[in-house]
């Protein structure tokens, strides 16, 4: 099963910025809406922002207003500005399709440090 490869993550201090990044597969990357999805220790793994081939966006409520999901379809990537992050947002970062049609990759850390 094809897998997404994420990265970017990394620990930031509370209030600052990271932009990860999702390669996946031409095949996949041009019929599927994409997503981030976030997994914190003991949860279960959410949806933060999901992208649709078109463009057309949606939010997690938590993150609202302070991540912002786009795509790059000649480069077959999709990325998670994250911004004013706080320690809540700590938790393995996924890519897959919107509706988790791929296998799941490494997945990328971000810890935010209050």
């Known amino acids: 099963q094809v897998q997404p490869v994420e990265s970017g993550g990394g620990l930031v201090q509370a209030g600052g910025s990271l932009r990860l990044s999702c390669a996946a597969s031409r095949s996949i990357f041009t019929i599927y809406s994409m997503a981030w999805y976030r997994q914190a220790p003991g949860r279960q793994r959410d949806l933060v922002a999901d992208?649709?081939?078109?463009?057309?966006?949606n939010y997690a409520d938590s993150v609202k207003g302070r991540f912002t999901i786009s795509r790059d379809n000649a480069k077959n990537l999709v990325y998670l500005q994250m911004n004013r992050l706080k320690p809540e947002d700590t938790a393995v970062y996924y890519c897959?399709?919107?509706?988790?049609?791929?296998?799941w990759g490494q997945g990328t850390q971000v810890t935010v440090s209050s």
């Open positions: 992208i649709s081939t078109g463009g057309a966006t």
């Open positions: 897959n399709t919107r509706y988790r049609q791929l296998g």
